[in-house]
């Protein structure tokens, strides 16, 4: 079952950067809908930004400017480019397969691991 794969979390001082990217098999990749999520401790996931898969992507108000979300067809890989992180930003990030409007995303797949992103102040 095609599930997604995240990686590239870990541990940074706030300002710092980060690049999380995200690899699924086992759909067509070229023409989905991306996503990234995050769910931070006693809270409810949320979306974080999304792309379409002609390239046009959304993001949240709370990380517009800072965080840029792309994608390579080639690798079957969705990447979430994160700057001048804040500890606001400490989470589990997820991504997944989406259906994908100006504000919101539907989920298709199981969710996978996710990767730990921990910003200190």
């Known amino acids: 079952q095609a599930q997604p794969v995240e990686s590239g979390g870990g541990l940074v001082q706030a300002g710092g950067s980060l690049r999380l990217s995200c690899a699924v098999s086992?759909?067509?990749?070229?023409?989905?809908?991306m996503a990234w999520y995050r769910q931070a401790p006693g809270k409810q996931r949320e979306l974080v930004a999304g792309?379409?898969?002609?390239?046009?992507?959304n993001a949240a108000d709370s990380v517009k400017g800072r965080f840029t979300i792309s994608r390579d067809n080639a690798k079957n890989t969705v990447y979430l480019q994160m700057n001048s992180l804040k500890p606001e930003d400490t989470a589990v990030y997820y991504c997944?397969?989406?259906?994908?409007?100006?504000?919101?995303?539907?989920?298709?797949?199981?969710w996978g691991q996710g990767t730990q992103v921990t910003v200190s102040s």
């Open positions: 997944n397969v989406v259906l994908l409007g100006s504000n919101w995303a539907t989920p298709l797949l199981p």
């Open positions: 086992g759909v067509t990749f070229s023409i989905s809908a």
């Open positions: 792309i379409s898969h002609g390239g046009s992507t």
